[in-house]
């Protein structure tokens, strides 16, 4: 796990050998602190590089350890033995250095990086904090501001930003194994006191007080409510503060409180989730592995509205090559600049060329014939996308995957309206699509593996997350929203208000509570759909009848917003009051609540206290029952598709891993218990009534989440 060779007479070559990544596993510590030794031991050894294999220098400690019971040599008195060292140590960084392998680095006396290598201490990202000496060393290395910013945030640097920083010492473009070897034979022999991090006394600002104030309160803020970035805080804090050996026991204290946290277990399912969506199934048996993408060189998007824009400029910066379509002049005009513009926006934020010449404009669709696969981004109106498809079937050459954004409609119809219903798939991208990370990849009964396999693909080198899942109305993430906004309008008719079911939902962690999303989005896009569903019944009628639709309790609340022109932001009024049309800055609005008030007492209802416990029991555990429905139907092959989906496309908060972990969390017999009562009390709800996955799961002892896939199966075969 750990390999010594000598190299050029007397460097002592170190190499990390644990795929994928080089995690710092319990024997690849032992393999380091053996090869350390040894190094140390050999008098013909004057300098020591340590590198990883495969061209990645180390992604830190391994994750798949925490939770169980770790052995092996711990990682700060290797590091401390290496910093120790009499000899000099260069680390040679390719690829990346991150948390423990970035630590590792720091107890080394020289770092020398490869200019394509990523250096970070991403601990937070996983719910901890760099335990390794990290919050320590690197204050003391880069200062207070800048280590703070990187260990609360977790963010990647390049080689040229580290070199800036002072974390690494060169910066090539050539071999760096060969460059740190080069480096360590003209070192082999200097003093080493001036290269031990850990002795460098950590360079502060003189108003440590002031700044760790002001810095704890823009961290709380954006954190909402994680409690890692507020540790890591603490921890440079003693960097700053105490002497080095006291620091590293407040670094050790700390991360015994995070280590064993929801939270940081929340998080690393996460980033296993991440992974274990992009391993997608289908109900056919049809796999990732097994199912062949076709590359695409070239993509058309139809419809140049919001979605159609974002889409066209995520295209074009993979590197395709876009055809983008839009019929209607006054629409086409302002599609053209409104692209440019963010084409050029995103090329300066990274430095780059805007990659306008990717992209050619038409009006007629007829110039989509050569393309390999077109995304369609009319308008959300059935009978418009019917009719785009029937052209795009005679119109595209022969195998051109034809995908639509629908955020709900049914792509097995639209697949219907085509010759080859098997090369078509939904691709439902989040506004704004050149930014919003989520996309899901939507496959009808007749969409062939490789039309899927090849959306997954284009979908990942867009830079998205993207998960396969089923179609049925609003796929998996509009699904589940769709009880939990049910939920947050009979909270108001019964008492609450916006801003109530708002702030229980933010300080559970939500960007942004029920009602301002409502605003944010458009108040009239729900209603058109209501519209379209026979929902909507002009005025404000009272009487039992008047909140009864299609058998089930109905709130018209939005529908009677709408019909006073109040759709959100975008007006100036919607379930809050702003400035003027198009503010973003939700205010208190008396007349709502006065609205409110009249309309309980139209329809008679006594308003009620209501706390924020039962907000969110009854908007959350909706929307999660709506989850279990949505596995029990096969739409998602698992809960971490659900759970990436949340938290990448409906800003469901990270640190409690989505809503099926979430519910796991909590308990499944708890959230069971919590719904039946709800049920009892509004027998009206159907969301409300608990899933029989749901019931068969508690009644098979609810195993914890991982397990869920494989119980799923068992019941399935059992029925
Ligand atoms: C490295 C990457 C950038 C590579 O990206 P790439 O896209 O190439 O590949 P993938 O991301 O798909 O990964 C491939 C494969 O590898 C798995 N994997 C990746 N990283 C790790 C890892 N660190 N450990 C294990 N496995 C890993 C990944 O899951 C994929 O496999 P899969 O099967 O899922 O497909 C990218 O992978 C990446 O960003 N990785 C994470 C980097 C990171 O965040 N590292 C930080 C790790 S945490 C850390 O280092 C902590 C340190 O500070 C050490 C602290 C010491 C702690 C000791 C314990 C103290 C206990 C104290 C409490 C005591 C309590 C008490 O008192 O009782």
Known sequence: MAQFTRVSRSVGLITLQNPPVNALSAVARQGIVDAVKRALSDPKVKSVVIC???????????????????TGPPLVPMIHAIEASNKPVVAAIEGSAFGGGLELALGCHYRVAHSKAKLGLTEVTLGLLPAAGGTQRLPRLIGVPAALNLITTGRHVTAAEALQLGIVDQVTDHNAVDEAVKFALSVAGKSLDARRISTYPCPCPSDVDALFEEVMQKVRQSARGAIAPIACVQAVRAAATLPYSQGMEREQELMATLFTSGQARALQYCFFAQRAVGRWSMPSGARWDTSKPRSIHKAAVIGLGTMGRGIAVALAQTGLSVVAVETQEKQFMEAKKMVSGMMERGAKRHGTAPPLDKITYSQNIQAVADVDLVIEAVFEDMALKEKVFQQLSTICKQGTFLCTNTSALDVDHLASQTRNP????????????????????????????????????????????????????????????????E???????????????????????????????????????????????????PGLASGPSARIRQGRRYSPLGDLLCEQGRFGQKTGQGWYRYDKPGSRVPRYDPWLHSFLEEYRTQHGIVARRIDQQEVLERCLYALINEGFRILEDGIAAGPEDIDIIY?????????????????????LAKVLERLEHYHQAHPDVPYMQPCNLLRRLVASGSPPVHKWKEAIKKLRSQL
């Open 487 to 537: 939920q947050a309008l009979f909270l108001l008719e019964e008492g609450a208000t916006p801003e109530l079911v708002d702030g229980a939902l933010e300080e559970f962690g939500f960007a942004l509570g029920v009602f301002k999303m409502s605003d944010l989005s458009g108040l009239d896009v729900g209603w058109k759909v209501r519209k379209g569903d026979g929902l909507v019944e």
């Open 422 to 485: 098997e090369l078509v798939v939904g691709m439902h991208f989040f506004a704004p699509a050149h930014v919003m990370k989520l996309l899901e990849v939507v496959y009808g009964p007749r969409s062939s593996p490789q039309a899927v396999a090849t959306a997954m693909q284009l979908g990942k080198k867009m830079g998205k997350v993207s998960v396969a899942v089923g179609n049925c109305r609003g796929f998996v993430g509009n699904r589940m929203l769709k009880p939990y906004l």
């Open 647 to 667: 938290v990448f496309g409906y800003s469901w908060p990270r640190h409690r891993g989505g809503p099926m972990f979430y519910a796991s969390m909590v308990g």
């Open 52 to 70: 990883g294999q495969n061209g990645i220098f180390c992604g830190g400690a391994d994750i798949k350890e925490f939770g169980t019971n770790i």
